[in-house]
């Protein structure tokens, strides 16, 4: 774009003197920083674009292939059919904020170049700090029309169809449940059992068969 304006200010010098090739210049100057201000809308939806394709999209691709310029130029496409398409709206509201920013600092810098002749300096360095923080707002505030303008145009992201997990079917074993097992006496039990029974019967032999002798 310098190029072209100092090809256009020699055109200029060559035909044309005094005021109207000034107005020439002038009216040559406008119109490259038109051209800029379109194509500096242009770049920054491709940033939006590019930010909000890594935030949407497949960010596990990008990590892996290491290639985000893939992804840059996927961007060119939609940035410019959203700018064809709100053209108007999006360039007069840039190139307002773009000016209201330009007049913040041309009138700050004034104001300060009026003051030289204070015994202050603080005053003019505070005028001045301020017409470049009200630029910064204005930038600001187009990257945030800007953003606003690609959330209400959103990129066409392919929903990636991930397969839903097989089911496993897990066979249920059913318990068995063992007959309770018979109750089985000791063995040291059932002797001393059946020895006290033959000790009885003895006893009660002796008595019936052998009556004692005082009888």
Known sequence: MIKLQKLWAAHVDVHTV??????????????IILVVAALRVYFDLMEVY???LGLLSFPIDITRKGRPERQIRRTFKPAWKTLTRNFLRMYLTFVFLMLLGLAAV????RIAVHSLAQPRMWPMFLVIQ?????LLVTCFWQRGAETALALDNPLA??????????????????EFVAPPAPVIPIAGDAVDHKAGNIESAKDSFRDEDFPSSSS
């Open 106 to 109: 041309v009138f700050s810098a």
């Open 157 to 174: 992201v392919p929903v990636a169809i991930v397969p839903a997990p097989a089911v496993v079917e897990e066979s249920v074993a059913t």
């Open 130 to 134: 301020l017409g470049f923080f009200l």
């Open 18 to 31: 005094g005021r109207s090739a000034f107005l020439d210049e002038v009216v040559g100057v406008i119109l």
């Open 50 to 52: 590019t930010i909000q």
